[in-house]
């Protein structure tokens, strides 16, 4: 199973009102597991970097100048991606500036049921609590401390750590494979120790008649008799 943890920074919160997609970042996973293969790439969105985003994410006017526009990287970012599930922190903010782009350049949009939301799970599970990704980060003691400002590609890393906590664990099988050099859950399970002597029954003379004439009315099929009842 393939699956790509994805995040991008824009230049605001609304395509609508002429925002665009800055960077953004891809890490691939399958099986559950980081494969090392990642997508990144900076965008020059061919308009001003307002303060309040530059203060988000650092990147600002002169550093975008000489980047692609998004037209030019689209292909490859399409490729990377494929048909597989993407997996998103706040995904409807993502897949709307992703399919406003593809919009521009009259390409056809993401389905948004393609996307899972790490954020909508997070809520789910924790109700009531905080569900940042720096919240998530704290609550599973997943080292953050890189992050003085958003990127793209490092949010998509945290967040493929912070996806596979919410699943319930970064192994898919919970550190139990052998493989990994640990022993089977099998394996690790100790015979239960035998008593020295048994118990004594505990019913009756009565009880045990009054049972046995229960299960000869119950006839030659009761499944009692397979078991010497």
Request: net charge negative; proline share 7%; charged share 25%.
């Amino acid at each position: 199973m393939r699956e790509l943890v994805m995040d991008t920074e824009t230049t605001g919160f609304e395509p609508s009102e002429g925002h665009r997609i800055v960077e953004i970042g891809v890490v691939e996973l399958v099986n559950l597991m980081p494969t090392g293969n990642t997508y990144h790439q900076y965008i020059n969105p061919e308009r001003p970097m307002p303060k309040e985003a530059f203060d988000v994410h650092g990147l600002g006017d002169e550093f975008l100048r000489d980047k692609p526009v998004f037209k030019h990287i689209v292909k490859d970012f399409l490729a990377f991606i494929g048909d597989d599930r993407l997996v998103i922190h706040n995904a409807s903010f993502d897949m709307r500036f992703i399919n406003a782009e593809l919009g521009w350049l009259n390409l056809p949009p993401l389905p948004d049921d393609r996307a899972f939301d790490t954020l909508t799970l997070a809520r789910k599970k924790f109700p009531g609590s905080p569900a940042s990704l720096d919240a998530l980060c704290r609550r599973f003691s997943i080292d953050n401390s890189s992050r003085t400002l958003h990127g793209a590609l490092l949010d998509s890393e945290i967040l493929a750590e912070v996806y596979l906590e919410l699943l319930g664990g970064q192994q898919p099988d919970f550190g139990l494979s052998s493989s990994s050099g640990n022993v089977s859950a099998n394996q690790s399970r100790q015979p239960l120790p035998k008593r020295p002597a048994p118990l004594s029954p505990r019913l009756t003379e009565e009880e045990s008649a009054a049972h046995a004439a229960f299960v000869q009315d119950m006839g030659d099929g009761a499944i009692w008799r397979k078991y010497g009842g």
